[in-house]
């Protein structure tokens, strides 16, 4: 794939999405901390919102960089971000160990995808203050267009079920064209929703 920032960023207005990069992880992180919940002791504010339940460090975030992790931002301002990967990197985070906390996801989605090559939505994050924009939505719409130039037909999202159901991410992922295609317990007793965007 070409990574020319012509190929990289698409103008939506005074913002952009491109490809996120080292310079963006302090702007991602931000995000991530605003987000992050224990599903155990959840805030109710968060709950109102949205939230993230396995977060990294900011190391963890630039590892995760490639070509399907995308950012909107405004200026120096990172406003959200979409962290996906295709099957050959997410196999690479798991060779690595990287992706332990989701094994039993992962085998669940790697079951309904034996041999073809897909898309992992490993979290989606936008900053409080820049939500009702629509910059969730045109992340995801971006990186399907991507998925469509690859010839990738689905991508996958866990969303949390229970103890605490993230609704707000759901109603986002189906508002966006997914379905909800199993559920998952992980190793951990979380329950999670497996959800599919098909292009």
């Not at 130039?149 to 966006?176: C, E, G, Q």
């Amino acid at each position: 794939m070409n990574t020319d920032k012509e190929d990289n960023t698409l103008e939506v207005g005074p913002d952009s999405l491109e490809v996120a990069r080292e310079l963006h992880i302090p702007g991602i992180f931000g995000i991530v901390e605003k987000l992050k919940m224990n599903p155990r002791t959840p805030e109710p504010e968060k709950l109102a919102r949205g939230f993230l339940t396995y977060t990294f460090n900011a190391c963890g975030y630039a590892r995760r960089l490639n070509e399907l992790f995308i950012v909107q931002t405004q200026g120096n301002k990172v406003g959200g971000f979409l962290m996906c990967y295709d099957r050959a990197f997410l196999q690479i985070l798991i060779n690595d160990g990287e992706e332990k906390h989701e094994t039993s996801i992962l085998n669940f989605i790697q079951s309904l995808e034996p041999k073809n090559d897909f898309v992992y939505g490993g979290q989606v994050g936008v900053d409080p203050e820049a939500r009702q924009r629509g910059v969730g939505r045109r992340m995801i719409e971006r990186v399907l267009a991507l998925m469509r130039s690859r010839h990738i037909k689905h991508m996958y999202a866990a969303i949390l079920h229970a103890p605490v159901r993230n609704d707000v991410s759901i109603a986002f992922s189906v508002a966006t064209g997914a379905q909800n295609v199993g559920e998952v317990l992980n190793d951990d007793g979380l329950l999670w929703g497996i959800y599919r965007w098909s292009v």
